[in-house]
């Protein structure tokens, strides 16, 4: 009998030790321990000290040996130990701890903060709880007097510290929003805005030290064999290995990155020579070699890998990509390998050349069109208006957005073009046949001196409101905040209102929020996306939207989530507070339907009903 009594105690440590070790990783999850004052928590102590009418409070967490303060009033102290805390005993119970007078309380009246300065007699602290029902800490307020606290007040105390949590789960959000708009999901890799961002940065360091930098693409060879034999997932492991092998094979200094699909960039900084960069190249080949096992299959893979010099063979950074790509394709073409931009062999294509002439003449020849998609308000679920999108129908065929838009814009193309859709969206909107017309702008077209005056001579000319008017700026135009943040501020006197695309997909989105005069938020698909899975991701990816539409509604931004195609991604969107839906669920990007006001093109002197001719 005795020995069951024991067996039952030992079990009971060991389970309160997992217990105490799951609550502190839960703490240490959050990444908050030793930060440096944050005004969220400041002023909610504040708030909690004259509420109650104490003369200290704070937000305190306990940590497997001390309680540290993350926010305080009354008091100087950062940390004390856990042994003496009234903190490490508020959360070993149910609901809020009340002490009216410590000097009467066998537990704490020899504790050194009782006896000695500063001398505390009465407690109160509500334990901050995760999700999960860890408890992190307390919200406490304190007093150097005894005194009574009622059931009220108690209800209230804790209320004070479910709004810490909030705090502190936003803050998290934030952390978590930072991480993905810098990092690609899957591989852990920079992604796309990022290489760019460090790339420009290592181009600058390189004009002072006089060293090279030189930038990678690869491509892995035939890895559409792999998705289509051995599954999507098995390809997302082999990516993921593929990561792994690369990271390994360059210097701790240099970048290596994800792009897109199979797709990986690289960037080697302070390189002396040619040979340097080449013998980086060999390693990667080398690590490549090996066979990659996925569901017990041996895989092989090679890849190709073009490569351009900054400043050898150009002084522009941006351009180094385009060169860089341009050599990779060559090289695959011929195999696979690695190889250097040549300005003789990685010309333009020939079907490059002839469709860079077509588009010349797309506009003459009423070959370009518009499509609309539908922004619907969340409760009513009607239309409030529609974004316009840019289909390129040729005789021989439809060109691909993904194909075209790229040419225009690096052929300067997509200035002119970017102008017929203004115009030609707005005169939708002059017409009756939409409310209101969100139109995407890119970079090149946002430098031209200008544009702000072309917009305003539209609306002129087509007598519409500047409010029916929504210009979406892509994630380019976030590398020079300050440059645009001026054009936005011209186009907001005139009543246009401007949206911030494709939000948490690039380095700059976050920081955006802050130095972008934009009204308008449209939320990535790809978080959309993940929202209709409710298992592990799904839920995170849910906790990062909220923490962002949180964010945009303290800039008092209009909140618009792209890519909803279900009622359960639709529903966790409202409840999270989203402004407006896009998306399939509510309609495809279509022409405006037939039998509304004729819809004339005034450039080409034809006329026609519908925007798909």
Known sequence: ????????????????????QQRLTALYRFGILDTLPEPQFDRLVALAAQFFDMPMASVTFIDEHRQWFKARIGFDASEGPRSLSFCSIAIAQEGVMVVPDATQDARLRTFANVTGQPHLRFYAGAPLITSDGHKLGTLCVLDQRPREFSAEQQTLLEAFAAMAMDELNLRRAVQ???????????????????????????????????????????????????????????????????????????????????MSGDEFTLLLTDVRS??????????????????????????????????????????????????????????KRAGGGYAWFDEAKDQRSPVEIEQLTALHHAIERDELRLVFQA????????????????????????????????????????????????????RAVQYGQISRVSVNVSALEFQQPDFVEYVETV?????????QLWLELTESCLLETERYAVVIEQLSALGVQTALDDFGTGYSSLTALAQLPV?????????TAEVSDFTGPGRRALEVLRGVVTIARAYGLTIVAEGVETEQQAQALKDIGCTFLQGYLFGYPDPLPVGLPQYHNRDSGQQRTSLSG
């Not at 460090?198 to 990678?216: F, I, N, P, Y």
């Not at 092998?245 to 290596?256: I, M, P």
């Not at 009204?519 to 978080?527: G, N, P, Y």
């Open 1 to 20: 009998m005795e020995s069951s009594k024991f067996s039952a105690f030992d079990d009971q440590l060991v389970a309160d030790a997992d217990d105490e």
């Open 459 to 467: 609306l002129r000319q087509t007598n519409i409101q500047p409010e």
């Open 375 to 426: 922004i619907t308000d969340i409760e009513s679920r009607l239309p409030v208006g529609h974004e316009a999108l840019l289909r390129w129908e040729r005789p021989s065929g439809v060109v691909s957005p993904l194909t075209f838009i790229p040419l225009a814009e690096t052929t300067g193309l997509i200035v002119p073009i970017g102008r017929w859709v203004l115009r030609e969206a707005a």
């Open 274 to 331: 040619v040979r340097d960069a080449a013998n980086v190249m060999e390693r990667i080949q080398r690590a490549l070699e090996q066979p990659f096992k996925l569901r017990g299959q041996e895989i092989f893979v090679r890849c190709s890998i073009g490569l351009s010099s900054y400043p050898d063979n150009t002084q522009e950074p941006e351009q180094l990509l385009n060169q860089a790509d341009a050599a990779m394709y060559r090289i």
């Open 176 to 258: 978590d929003l930072g991480t993905m708009a810098l990092h690609d999901s899957l591989t852990g890799l920079p992604n796309r805005a990022h290489f760019r961002q460090l790339m420009a940065q290592a181009c600058r360091r390189a004009d002072h030290s006089g060293e090279k930098v030189v930038v990678g693409i690869m491509d892995l060879n035939r890895f559409k064999i792999v998705n289509d034999t051995l599954g999507h997932a098995s390809g997302d492991k082999l990516l993921q290995q593929v990561a792994l092998r690369l990271k390994h094979s360059v210097a701790t200094s240099d970048v290596v990155a994800r």
């Open 519 to 527: 009204k308008i938020l449209k939320i990535d698909r790809r978080f």
